[in-house]
């Protein structure tokens, strides 16, 4: 059974046509990985998901768990386990990151959560990221470097536990380091249960991944599907020879 299916999916903005009848199936446990040019659609494809008010779905089908996404206001798509990342603010001084991730989750379960049982809960999180537990209780991204920055959104996700996390690095030119810490962190976060779409420009971050499926998508729709082999194929062809299919 699938956790995401979109079937001919055409969406835009303000009447311009950006994704032009895309298909994708997403099962639990899997990781797909969504490659393609500058300005294909990739990071319109994730905000449709989402529910981005800017974006309008205009014919196809999406569901989520066999319930119908396109009507389903953004909040209730991030309590049925929808996990848009990786655009943590700027730096928001007065909000330290445990009150920042305590927040997120309350408005993720709807429910108020005990402090208590919420620290042990984000000392195991962190202690799985190999993180000082100091770091809880600065203020968010307040002079964070690149690397803790990614610590950050990694956490999150620890500690939100969503069923779909769409994982958009595309633009963030992370350093080494950095690329270590989504990697090894997107690989502590995802099990059987759970399901990854990884947006990325950089084979490494894959590296302590499983790539169950590669999706290459030119000019708003998909021209090309495979298993992880199709990584390495673009990474030494390039796209070129696949644009001319999307016309
Ligand atoms: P990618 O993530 O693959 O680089 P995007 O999804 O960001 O591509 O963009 C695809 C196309 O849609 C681009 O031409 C971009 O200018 C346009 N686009 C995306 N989002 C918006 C928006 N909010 N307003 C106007 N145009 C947009
Ligand atoms: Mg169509
Ligand atoms: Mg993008």
């Not at 386990?81 to 408005?107: C, D, H, W, Y």
């Not at 470097?145 to 633009?171: C, F, H, N, V, Y």
Request: net charge negative; aromatic share 4%.
């Amino acid at each position: 059974k699938d956790l995401l299916a979109i079937h001919d999916l055409h969406a835009g903005v303000e009447g311009r046509e950006i994704l032009k009848g895309l298909s994708l199936n997403v099962k639990k446990g899997e990781v797909h990985v969504l490659l393609g040019p500058n300005g294909s659609g990739k990071s319109t494809l994730m905000n449709v998901i989402m529910g981005h008010p800017k974006y309008q779905v205009t014919e196809g089908t999406m569901t989520f768990e066999g319930e119908d996404l396109t009507s389903m206001p953004t909040f209730e798509r991030a309590r049925q386990g929808l996990f848009l990342s990786f655009q943590t603010p700027e730096e928001i001084p007065g909000i330290t990151v445990e009150n920042m991730l305590r927040t997120a989750k309350q408005a993720v379960t709807g429910q108020k959560i005990k402090i208590t049982a919420f620290k042990k809960e984000l000392k195991a999180a962190m202690e799985k990221l190999q993180m000082n537990p100091e770091y809880a209780d600065r203020y968010l991204n307040v002079g964070f470097s690149g690397g803790e920055k990614k610590r950050t959104e990694i956490l999150q996700l620890l500690m939100l536990q969503p069923k779909l996390a769409l994982l958009d690095e595309t633009d963030s030119g992370l350093d080494v380091d950095a690329v270590q810490i989504v990697s090894k962190g997107v690989s502590a976060f995802h099990n059987e249960e759970n399901a990854c779409i990884i947006i990325t420009h950089n084979a490494r971050i894959l590296s302590e991944l499983k790539v169950d499926r590669v999706h290459v998508l030119v000019k708003g729709s998909i021209v090309a599907e495979g298993g992880a082999e199709l990584i390495d194929e673009i990474n030494r062809n390039g796209f070129t020879h696949l644009i001319g299919q999307a016309e």
